[in-house]
């Protein structure tokens, strides 16, 4: 069975400081790992996805096989980003899921 | 590009009652699924199209809902009859794989669907 966990539901930094969302997963196989990101009154939409190893809006996620993790990563956050973000995963087959989502609130 | 549509965005029903969702994905787009996001979960996929064959339904409650996607186009979920715990947001999305895979999914607006 996949599963993707994200262990804080909240997270609240101020702007400028450095922003971890933390992500794991439980896959037997090769994983597809995507973060997915919900801004307020709009739809849910791709942040970025590893195997495009992109940095999008700033934000990077590198995947982890040991310790099957996908955390994302931001230097330096800014108001806009704050947001809900969800992590994926995707089997082989193309079956996807998410996990439970962490609420960004980055302060002025 | 046009995004994927959905409707209705609202629905509000008593229990017992059926209810259906429309959902019309991006031209060209192979893949469609349909998942169901309770309130403070992340979406759970309920099934899984490709082109008008299902390749995953295993977490669809088969007593009660029911997808469908004619042609190979468009798509709708039905629940009948709808429970208090069905009460959630149902979202759309769809990707452009012809063959199968992990893809980029692009999302409806979803439908909020709330039963009394």
């Known amino acids: 069975a996949q599963r993707v966990t994200q262990p804080e539901k909240l997270l609240s930094v101020f702007k400028g400081a450095p922003v971890e969302l933390k992500c794991n997963y439980s896959?037997?196989?090769?994983?597809?790992l995507f973060w997915y990101v919900q801004y307020s009154r709009q739809r849910l939409q791709l942040l970025l996805r590893?195997?495009s190893r992109e940095s999008i809006k700033g934000f990077t996620a590198d995947l982890n096989k040991g310790e099957t993790s996908f955390h994302l990563k931001k230097p330096f956050a800014q108001e806009e980003d704050s947001a809900m973000y969800y992590c994926?995963?995707?089997?082989?087959?193309?079956?996807?899921?998410f996990g439970d989502g962490t609420t960004l609130t980055v302060k002025p | 590009e046009a995004g994927v549509a959905q409707s209705p965005r609202y629905k509000i029903i008593e229990k017992r009652q059926s209810v259906a969702f429309w959902c019309n994905p991006i031209?060209?787009?192979?893949?469609l699924y349909w998942y169901q996001q309770i309130l403070g979960q992340g979406p759970k996929l309920l099934i899984q199209f490709q082109n008008n064959g299902v390749v995953d339904d295993s977490q669809l409650p088969k007593d009660r809902f029911s997808a469908e996607r004619l042609k190979g186009v468009d798509s709708t979920l039905k629940i009948q009859p709808a429970k208090l715990e069905d009460s959630a947001v149902y979202l759309c999305?769809?990707?452009?794989?012809?063959?199968?895979?992990?893809?980029?999914?692009?999302f409806g607006p979803g439908t909020r669907l709330l039963v009394l």
């Open positions: 994926a995963l995707a089997s082989n087959a193309g079956k996807s899921t």
């Open positions: 896959y037997s196989g090769s994983p597809e």
């Open positions: 590893h195997i």
């Open positions: 031209s060209g787009h192979a893949t």
């Open positions: 999305a769809s990707s452009f794989s012809q063959i199968g895979g992990a893809e980029t999914q692009y």
